[in-house]
């Protein structure tokens, strides 16, 4: 199964400031270029534990004891090493969004650039799928979900729009889709705001976010004393999480201070924000908006 090179190897994996004897996990293993680089990394004693929900991806499971794949989403992560008798890891990588090989696979509803069902989930088992999302909803939850997660500002009428069309027959197919909301898609701006009400309909239907800020609360209480939280982030929303949760250890509001101002928090920064080089995103367009962040358990 062809995947293309990961975004920042090097520098995620450095990131992770590896112990050749510890225990590592990448929460999103797709074609496995991560765990690769961690496993080159790794003494005989070391082992990697790697997540992933999508079918596709276990066809690139690495042949090597030291590696467990695990076929479930990563908002599962605590649970799953205590399955396998792990109670602390020294580091875990996360590489968020979606993969290059789903967009390029047509018939999985990921991509502006095919015609194919409406469906844009991660794992083919799940109810929710974006047909559902498109032509379920109702108007307030639709517009909800281009606003919040697509950040588009003519969300009210889209949302308008999809529910006066679908009373006529189902939308179906992402051309349809793309056909009902022609009205928005201006010459130039096009590309932009479909992949702005795609990422939006992608992210409700696999609950990306909640599934982010279950797995970030669940990396202090995995990670060892000095342990590394190495993570990809692909859009405003979720580095925002991301940010918040390694300053304050939460994600809205500001934790509780003590007499002298400070507060205590699970986590500390590593080194700044790390952003692709413009030659990596002249070989690899996926990597133009991927933000790197780095922390360690205090």
Known sequence: MEYHNP??????VDG???????????VTFGGGG???????????KGRLFAFDQ??????NKIDDERFTLIHENFRYLKRFLRFYGVKEVDGVLGDFGVSSHQFDVAERGFS?????????????QSALSAYHVVNDYAEEQIRQVLWQYGELRQAPAMAR????SRENEPIKTSEQLKDVLKRFLQRKKENKV???????????VNQEIEVLKEFLLQTPEVLKKGGRLS?????SLEDRLVKRFIRNGMFEGEPERDVFGNFEVPLKKVGRLIVPTSDEIKINNRARSAKLRIAEKL
């Open 7 to 12: 975004v920042l190897l090097k520098e995620t």
């Open 112 to 124: 502006t650039r095919f015609e194919a069902d409406l469906d844009m989930r991660m794992n083919q």
């Open 231 to 235: 993570v990809i982030s692909y859009h």
């Open 34 to 44: 991560h765990s690769k680089e961690i496993l080159s990394r790794l003494s005989e």
């Open 194 to 204: 479909l992949a702005q009400i795609y990422q939006a309909i992608r992210i409700e």
């Open 161 to 164: 729009v999809i529910v006066e």
């Open 16 to 26: 992770l400031n590896i112990n050749p004897d510890g225990v590592y996990v990448d």
């Open 54 to 59: 999508d079918p596709d991806a276990l066809q």
